[in-house]
């Protein structure tokens, strides 16, 4: 398991890396997109379209590698107060519910990104593109959201049991 889960760390990092030249490319495109309108140009069309579709990748891309790190809100407070036995059977409870909550997004993004292309559903702005090629991502990205929801049940079982003490971003 250790070893798969060092695999998986690998995967998020290089989506991570991913997710940063899509966050250059942005900055980059809406500079130039600024700096054209104001020398007369007319701007950069796509720019606002391209921006809110990259947004949107670059969360799903990071989420679970901020997981694994344990940058997302965590206010455990609470847990830190309670016997070590019920804290750490709420922090399976967090997990377990989190696992769930993204394996029902895995299903629901797979129903609608495949009602979205047997539709052939296209989204109309600037550009014209068929509009499961935004929804796509979503299962994609919860998926990796649930098997890294896997790997923290994993290293919950072996620790020691009280408040989870890897994956926060603060001790």
Known sequence: MARLSEWYGRLL???VFAACLLLLLMTVMIGADVLSRNIGGGGIPVSNELSEDILYLMTLMVAPWLLRQGQHIRVDIVLHTLPL??????EWFGDIVGFFCCLYFVWYGYLITKASYLAGSVNIKTLITPEWWTLAPL?????LLAIEFIFRMH???VAE????DDAVSAA
């Open 13 to 15: 990092d290089a989506l």
């Open 155 to 157: 290293r919950l079982s």
């Open 139 to 143: 299962p994609v990205g919860f998926m």
């Open 161 to 164: 049991i009280g408040v989870r």
């Open 85 to 90: 036995r019920v804290a750490w059977l709420l």
